[in-house]
Nanobody
Framework: QVQLVESGGGLVQAGGSLRLSCAASGRTFTNNAMGWFRQAPGKEREFVATISWNSNTYYADSVKGRFTISRDNAKNTVYLQMNSLKPEDTAVYYC????????????????WGQGTQVTVSS
């Protein structure tokens, strides 16, 4: 059974940093895309960042230059380094894994974590 477990969320002041981790178990995703999405209260889930099978990275415009996605295939783990956080970054952040080499939309992802709360105070 595939499981994705996120960690690293919390409360931080505006301008601060957090690093999210997502550990996968049940299968390896070395040759698959992995990504991060987020959902704020009253809003739909939105794409944040993705990393392809060969470590190409893509970001939503709203986080470009502030967030960095990375992966450690040896640990079957993907990370999201979040710097210069803003109150509008407040959301539940979800890790996702795809069966594709590259994936951007939520429909292209097959496995999801339970989410971790990130709250940025002003």
């Amino acid at each position: 059974q595939v499981q994705l477990v996120e960690s690293g969320g919390g409360l931080v002041q505006a301008g601060g940093s957090l690093r999210l981790s997502c550990a996968a178990s049940g299968r390896t995703f070395t040759n698959n895309a992995m990504g991060w999405f987020r959902q704020a209260p009253g809003k739909e889930r939105e794409f944040v960042a993705t990393i392809s099978w060969n470590s190409n990275t893509y970001y939503a415009d709203s986080v470009k230059g502030r967030f960095t996605i990375s992966r450690d295939n040896a640990k079957n783990t993907v990370y999201l380094q979040m710097n210069s956080l803003k109150p509008e970054d407040t959301a539940v952040y979800y890790c996702a894994a795809s069966q594709l080499l590259v994936a951007f939309t939520s429909l292209q992802y097959n496995y999801w974590g339970q989410g971790t709360q990130v709250t940025v105070s002003s």
